[in-house]
């Protein structure tokens, strides 16, 4: 139960900041969807800032583990090096066209690490 209310209220503030930004991560309105009381939080993340970098760091592993497993799908599919080139090819032209938010998602991640020395590492 524990574990639960942690992963609920960390679910809730990666999808507050997917939504609207760090701004959009309020305690009252997280705890109140979780069913805990606001020392359930501080409890697990220290404080309003600890939960945003820990959501910080969730979407940028999962963004980070979403890649690498498309990409070494991919890779496994591959027969030979003409296959491996083309993989490469495909999957810079869609990592320039079609991964805006992919790339929204890293940037506002690593501008958010800018003001706090726990995402820089």
Do not use: K
Not at 62 to 71: H, K, N
């Amino acid at each position: 139960m524990v574990d639960d209310n942690r992963a609920r209220i960390l679910e809730l503030a990666v999808a507050a900041i997917d939504s609207g930004g760090e701004s959009a991560v309020r305690v009252h309105h997280i705890v109140n969807e979780v069913g805990v009381t606001p020392p359930v939080l501080y409890y697990h993340f220290g404080s309003r800032d600890g939960l945003v970098i820990a959501a910080q760091i969730e979407r940028y592993s999962r963004q980070t583990e979403a890649d690498i497993t498309a990409i070494g799908r991919a890779v496994a599919r591959c027969e030979s090096s003409d296959d491996l080139r083309e993989v490469l090819v495909i999957t810079w032209t869609r990592s320039l066209a079609e991964r805006s938010e992919s790339r929204w998602r890293r940037t506002n991640v690593l501008g958010s690490a800018h003001a706090r020395p726990e995402l820089e590492a």
